[in-house]
Protein backbone atom coordinates (compact mmCIF):
# COMPACT_ATOMS: atom_id res chain seq x y z
CA UNK A 1 0.00 0.00 0.00
CA UNK A 2 1.99 3.12 -1.68
CA UNK A 3 0.29 5.90 1.03
CA UNK A 4 3.07 8.50 -0.63
CA UNK A 5 2.91 8.26 -5.21
CA UNK A 6 5.49 10.16 -6.73
CA UNK A 7 4.34 9.21 -10.35
CA UNK A 8 7.17 10.92 -12.67
CA UNK A 9 10.38 8.41 -12.07
CA UNK A 10 12.15 11.92 -14.09
CA UNK A 11 11.74 15.06 -14.92
CA UNK A 12 14.31 17.18 -17.42
CA UNK A 13 14.39 21.22 -17.13
CA UNK A 14 16.36 23.78 -19.22
CA UNK A 15 18.32 25.72 -16.71
CA UNK A 16 17.01 28.98 -15.69
CA UNK A 17 13.13 27.70 -15.81
CA UNK A 18 11.40 26.77 -13.58
CA UNK A 19 11.13 22.62 -12.07
CA UNK A 20 7.63 21.01 -10.92
CA UNK A 21 8.07 17.93 -8.76
CA UNK A 22 4.88 16.32 -7.82
CA UNK A 23 3.55 14.34 -5.28
CA UNK A 24 0.16 12.39 -4.01
CA UNK A 25 -0.72 11.04 -0.96
CA UNK A 26 -3.75 8.52 0.51
CA UNK A 27 -3.89 9.20 3.78
CA UNK A 28 -5.82 12.29 5.10
CA UNK A 29 -4.12 11.70 8.80
CA UNK A 30 -0.73 12.72 7.13
CA UNK A 31 -0.44 16.53 8.78
CA UNK A 32 3.42 17.11 7.87
CA UNK A 33 4.77 17.33 4.37
CA UNK A 34 8.60 17.68 3.39
CA UNK A 35 10.54 17.56 0.90
CA UNK A 36 14.53 15.62 0.23
CA UNK A 37 17.19 16.07 -2.22
CA UNK A 38 19.48 12.86 -2.50
CA UNK A 39 22.82 13.16 -4.57
CA UNK A 40 24.53 9.57 -5.26
CA UNK A 41 26.33 8.09 -2.41
CA UNK A 42 25.11 10.68 0.12
CA UNK A 43 22.16 10.70 2.39
CA UNK A 44 18.93 12.74 1.67
CA UNK A 45 19.01 16.34 2.76
CA UNK A 46 16.17 18.43 3.94
CA UNK A 47 14.87 21.17 1.74
CA UNK A 48 11.29 22.28 2.60
CA UNK A 49 8.63 21.41 4.77
CA UNK A 50 4.79 21.56 5.15
CA UNK A 51 2.09 21.70 7.52
CA UNK A 52 -1.16 21.10 6.80
CA UNK A 53 -2.54 24.11 8.28
CA UNK A 54 -0.60 26.02 5.54
CA UNK A 55 -1.11 25.98 1.17
CA UNK A 56 2.26 27.20 0.61
CA UNK A 57 5.93 27.98 2.12
CA UNK A 58 8.67 29.25 0.43
CA UNK A 59 12.41 29.18 1.34
CA UNK A 60 14.61 30.90 -1.77
CA UNK A 61 14.26 28.98 -5.27
CA UNK A 62 11.97 26.72 -3.59
CA UNK A 63 8.28 26.32 -2.74
CA UNK A 64 5.76 23.88 -1.44
CA UNK A 65 2.27 23.88 -2.32
CA UNK A 66 0.03 21.96 -0.65
CA UNK A 67 -3.45 20.63 -1.87
CA UNK A 68 -5.42 18.88 0.77
CA UNK A 69 -8.41 18.67 -1.13
CA UNK A 70 -6.72 16.50 -3.67
CA UNK A 71 -3.93 15.01 -1.32
CA UNK A 72 -1.49 16.68 -3.47
CA UNK A 73 1.61 18.65 -3.05
CA UNK A 74 4.07 19.61 -5.32
CA UNK A 75 7.94 21.66 -5.44
CA UNK A 76 8.63 24.36 -8.01
CA UNK A 77 12.56 25.14 -7.95
CA UNK A 78 12.69 28.63 -9.65
CA UNK A 79 15.38 29.01 -10.90
CA UNK A 80 16.54 25.83 -12.11
CA UNK A 81 20.10 25.07 -11.64
CA UNK A 82 22.79 22.49 -12.76
CA UNK A 83 23.44 21.56 -9.07
CA UNK A 84 19.77 21.01 -8.53
CA UNK A 85 20.22 18.30 -10.42
CA UNK A 86 19.48 14.96 -8.25
CA UNK A 87 16.70 12.83 -6.97
CA UNK A 88 13.72 14.37 -4.85
CA UNK A 89 11.55 12.58 -2.29
CA UNK A 90 8.68 13.64 -0.85
CA UNK A 91 7.95 12.48 2.87
CA UNK A 92 4.87 12.43 4.57
CA UNK A 93 3.82 12.14 8.16
CA UNK A 94 1.69 12.10 11.16
CA UNK A 95 2.42 14.91 14.12
CA UNK A 96 2.15 14.83 17.70
CA UNK A 97 2.27 12.51 20.54
CA UNK A 98 0.81 8.97 21.23
CA UNK A 99 0.81 5.62 20.37
CA UNK A 100 -0.14 5.36 16.55
CA UNK A 101 2.22 8.55 15.69
CA UNK A 102 5.88 7.59 16.07
CA UNK A 103 7.02 10.07 14.00
CA UNK A 104 7.94 8.36 11.09
CA UNK A 105 8.16 9.54 7.51
CA UNK A 106 6.58 7.79 4.91
CA UNK A 107 8.46 8.63 1.18
CA UNK A 108 7.60 7.95 -2.08
CA UNK A 109 9.54 6.06 -4.77
CA UNK A 110 11.53 9.71 -6.01
CA UNK A 111 11.80 11.36 -8.85
CA UNK A 112 14.82 12.00 -10.97
CA UNK A 113 15.69 16.10 -12.18
CA UNK A 114 17.98 17.11 -14.42
CA UNK A 115 18.91 20.49 -15.26
CA UNK A 116 20.29 20.82 -18.59
CA UNK A 117 23.25 23.79 -18.77
CA UNK B 1 28.60 21.44 13.33
CA UNK B 2 29.15 17.94 12.98
CA UNK B 3 25.96 16.57 11.15
CA UNK B 4 24.74 12.50 11.51
CA UNK B 5 27.65 9.96 11.26
CA UNK B 6 27.10 6.41 10.24
CA UNK B 7 29.61 3.81 10.21
CA UNK B 8 31.19 1.71 8.39
CA UNK B 9 30.18 3.29 5.10
CA UNK B 10 30.27 -0.05 3.47
CA UNK B 11 29.66 -3.04 4.38
CA UNK B 12 29.78 -6.85 2.43
CA UNK B 13 28.36 -9.61 4.41
CA UNK B 14 27.35 -13.28 3.46
CA UNK B 15 23.72 -15.02 3.82
CA UNK B 16 23.28 -15.97 7.42
CA UNK B 17 25.57 -13.47 8.94
CA UNK B 18 24.73 -10.90 11.65
CA UNK B 19 25.45 -7.07 10.87
CA UNK B 20 25.87 -4.06 13.30
CA UNK B 21 25.48 -0.29 11.80
CA UNK B 22 26.53 2.55 14.12
CA UNK B 23 24.47 5.86 13.99
CA UNK B 24 25.68 9.22 15.93
CA UNK B 25 22.79 12.24 15.83
CA UNK B 26 23.59 15.71 15.56
CA UNK B 27 25.06 17.25 19.09
CA UNK B 28 21.57 18.05 20.94
CA UNK B 29 19.47 15.75 19.01
CA UNK B 30 17.98 13.24 21.36
CA UNK B 31 15.22 11.09 18.61
CA UNK B 32 17.26 8.53 16.03
CA UNK B 33 15.41 6.68 13.63
CA UNK B 34 16.89 4.05 10.79
CA UNK B 35 15.41 3.44 7.61
CA UNK B 36 16.18 1.48 4.77
CA UNK B 37 16.32 2.37 1.18
CA UNK B 38 16.67 -0.03 -1.80
CA UNK B 39 17.29 1.01 -5.67
CA UNK B 40 14.50 2.65 -7.00
CA UNK B 41 12.38 3.30 -3.70
CA UNK B 42 12.23 5.61 -1.44
CA UNK B 43 13.48 5.19 2.39
CA UNK B 44 11.38 2.55 4.28
CA UNK B 45 11.35 3.08 8.22
CA UNK B 46 12.19 0.93 10.79
CA UNK B 47 12.60 2.09 13.86
CA UNK B 48 12.77 5.13 16.03
CA UNK B 49 14.32 5.51 19.15
CA UNK B 50 14.25 8.67 21.72
CA UNK B 51 15.35 8.52 24.97
CA UNK B 52 17.02 5.36 24.32
CA UNK B 53 13.37 3.90 24.29
CA UNK B 54 11.74 2.56 21.21
CA UNK B 55 8.90 4.99 20.04
CA UNK B 56 7.91 3.40 16.65
CA UNK B 57 8.85 0.26 14.70
CA UNK B 58 8.23 -0.21 11.22
CA UNK B 59 7.25 -3.34 8.81
CA UNK B 60 10.44 -5.29 9.46
CA UNK B 61 10.78 -8.79 11.18
CA UNK B 62 12.41 -9.51 14.23
CA UNK B 63 15.87 -10.20 12.94
CA UNK B 64 15.95 -5.98 13.07
CA UNK B 65 16.73 -4.84 16.25
CA UNK B 66 17.88 -1.40 17.35
CA UNK B 67 18.76 -0.11 20.61
CA UNK B 68 20.12 3.57 21.46
CA UNK B 69 22.65 4.55 23.83
CA UNK B 70 22.88 7.59 27.12
CA UNK B 71 24.62 9.05 24.54
CA UNK B 72 21.88 8.89 22.13
CA UNK B 73 24.02 7.13 19.34
CA UNK B 74 22.39 4.36 18.27
CA UNK B 75 22.88 0.91 16.71
CA UNK B 76 21.28 -1.18 13.80
CA UNK B 77 21.53 -5.02 14.32
CA UNK B 78 20.60 -7.40 11.68
CA UNK B 79 20.44 -11.38 12.15
CA UNK B 80 20.48 -14.36 9.74
CA UNK B 81 21.19 -12.17 6.73
CA UNK B 82 19.47 -12.55 3.04
CA UNK B 83 19.99 -11.36 0.01
CA UNK B 84 17.26 -8.86 0.28
CA UNK B 85 18.98 -7.44 3.19
CA UNK B 86 20.94 -5.63 0.39
CA UNK B 87 20.12 -1.87 0.94
CA UNK B 88 21.43 1.53 1.78
CA UNK B 89 21.06 2.39 5.59
CA UNK B 90 20.07 5.03 6.42
CA UNK B 91 19.93 6.69 10.30
CA UNK B 92 18.19 10.19 10.81
CA UNK B 93 17.85 12.47 14.03
CA UNK B 94 15.60 14.90 15.03
CA UNK B 95 15.42 17.35 17.83
CA UNK B 96 11.82 16.48 18.15
CA UNK B 97 10.03 13.54 20.14
CA UNK B 98 8.12 11.66 18.08
CA UNK B 99 6.28 14.20 16.60
CA UNK B 100 7.06 13.37 12.62
CA UNK B 101 9.12 16.63 11.96
CA UNK B 102 12.06 17.32 10.20
CA UNK B 103 14.74 14.43 10.25
CA UNK B 104 18.78 15.17 9.04
CA UNK B 105 19.97 12.13 7.32
CA UNK B 106 23.73 10.56 7.53
CA UNK B 107 25.29 9.47 4.62
CA UNK B 108 24.83 5.62 5.04
CA UNK B 109 25.72 2.27 5.53
CA UNK B 110 25.84 0.48 2.20
CA UNK B 111 25.14 -3.19 2.91
CA UNK B 112 25.77 -5.94 0.39
CA UNK B 113 24.35 -9.73 1.43
CA UNK B 114 26.53 -12.23 -1.02
Known amino acids: DQQVKQNSPSLSVQEGRISILNCDYT??????FLWYKKYPAEGPTFLIS?????DKNEDGRFTVFLNKSAKHLSLHIVPSQPGDSAVYFC????????????????FGQGTTLQVKP | DAGVTQSPTHLIKTRGQHVTLRCSPI?????VSWYQQVLGQGPQFIFQ???????GRGNFPDRFSARQFPNYSSELNVNALLLGDSALYLC?????????????FGPGTRLTVT
Open chain 2, 92 to 104: ASSSWTTSGREQY
Open chain 1, 27 to 32: NSMFDY
Open chain 1, 50 to 54: ISSIK
Open chain 1, 91 to 106: AASRTGLGSSNTGKLI
Open chain 2, 27 to 31: SGHKS
Open chain 2, 49 to 55: YYEKEER
